[in-house]
Structures are given as C-alpha cells and as structure tokens.
C-alpha cells in the first residue's frame, strides 16, 4: 500500500540551527501538508502546497518556515532558525484531490532543540 | 479560520462497553469531518469520515453522527476492544486545509 514516508525520524539540533525535514508524499496525490504535534497536544496545521506554491498556512507559519518541492518526488520543510519552542513532531500529509478529503499522514519526524 | 473543540480530553472505559467523543465546529462552510486514529509514536490515521450531505455513517463497531445545524459531529464505538486504546482526533475542513481537534486518549480496560 502506497504511503507517506519521512525522515529522518528523529532530529536534535541546536538554538538557531536549520533544519530540513523531508517527506516523500504518495506519488499521486496533488497536495501537500505539513502539520505539527507538540508533545500531548493537538495536531496543528502549519501549510498547505499545491501546484507548486503555497495554497494556505497558519500563523505558526511564520518567515523562519518554508517549503519546497525542489523535483517531482521530495517536499521538504525548512526551519531557518530554530527555536526551543520548534521542539515537536512534524508531519507530512498528502492527498490526491481536494474533493476526496483524506489526508495520509507519514509516521512524522520528531525535532529536538536543545 | 475553523476553531475545532473536542470532548473529553481522557475517556476510560471497561471492554465491551461503548464510547462516544465529540466535537464542535465554528465555519459552517466547513463540509468533511473525518476521524482520525493516532497510535503511540505513528501518525493519525483516518478511520472514518462524514460528509455535510450525510447525517450519519457506519463501519462495523464505529459510527460517527453530524448535526450540521448545530456544528457538531460525533465518534461511536461499540464493543470496546484493548486495541482501541489510542489518542482520536476529530477534523473539520473545507478545501485544502484541515484543522484538528484537541484529541482525546481513548483507554479500553480489559
């Protein structure tokens, strides 16, 4: 079964380090997510992309973030500078069309920032 | 944007018995309600969903119920088994975003 996969799993950077995430979303699908998960608490949506440009993003989304799909395959996320605060899971996610709605999310990749 | 609430937060129930979780949205143009599943250290998982144009749907022990005049939609499980312990997440979107619940930690005592 086709999946969402990630890495790397686990990530621990320094104070004002970037760090790249990246995902492999199913290779069919059109839209592009990512989402994050501070440890116990809610998943929050960070961006949505799609024909290779930002569709939607949140307030956590701020100018340190940014995203890529540098070829026909990865979809990276970008933490410029990274903050105690950006210590969290990251999700991908990807769907094959807006009117299906189901979201695969990959099993994530666990940011550390010490 | 959507606001999601969802309740209880911690749900502790004996096998066999049922268990119900539910949230409230605020964007009334919001039309797909999907349940989500999220097992220690994975990501969610999509166990069930409901569209704005159906009232209710079911799929074996789950069933999750709307009330689009209300803005609230419903998660049922009959039946508990041990393997339905889990955080579950209810979601409200329009289009291309998705905004979750708070999730609750579902805990299914043998």
């Known amino acids: 079964e086709p999946e969402v996969t990630q890495t790397p799993s686990h990530q621990v950077t320094q104070m004002g380090q970037e760090v790249i995430l990246r995902c492999v979303p199913i290779?069919?699908?059109?839209?592009f997510y990512w989402y994050r998960q501070i440890l116990g608490q809610k998943v929050e949506f960070l961006v949505s992309f799609y024909n290779n440009e930002i569709s939607e993003k949140s307030e956590i989304f701020d100018d340190q973030f940014s995203v890529e799909r540098p070829d026909g395959s990865n979809f990276t996320l970008k933490i410029r500078s990274t903050k105690l605060e950006d210590s969290a899971m990251y999700f991908c996610?990807?769907?094959?069309?807006?009117?299906?709605?189901?979201?695969?999310f990959g099993e994530g990749s666990r940011l550390t920032v010490l | 944007g959507e606001n999601v609430e969802q309740h209880p937060s911690t749900l502790s129930v004996q096998e066999g018995d049922s268990a119900v979780i539910k949230c409230t949205y605020s964007d009334s143009a919001s039309n797909y309600f999907p349940w989500y599943k999220q097992e220690l250290g994975k990501g969610p998982q999509l166990i069930i969903d409901?569209?704005?144009?159906?009232g209710e749907k079911k799929d074996q022990r789950i069933a999750v119920t709307l009330n689009k005049t209300a803005k609230h939609f419903s998660l049922h499980i009959t039946e508990t088994q041990p393997e339905d312990s889990a955080v579950y997440f209810c979601?409200?979107?329009?289009?291309?975003?998705?905004?979750f619940g708070a999730g609750t930690r579902l805990t299914v005592k043998p």
């Open positions: 979601a409200a979107s329009e289009y291309h975003d998705m905004r």
């Open positions: 996610a990807s769907k094959r069309t807006t009117n299906t709605g189901e979201l695969f």
């Open positions: 409901i569209r704005s144009n159906v």
């Open positions: 290779s069919n699908h059109l839209y």
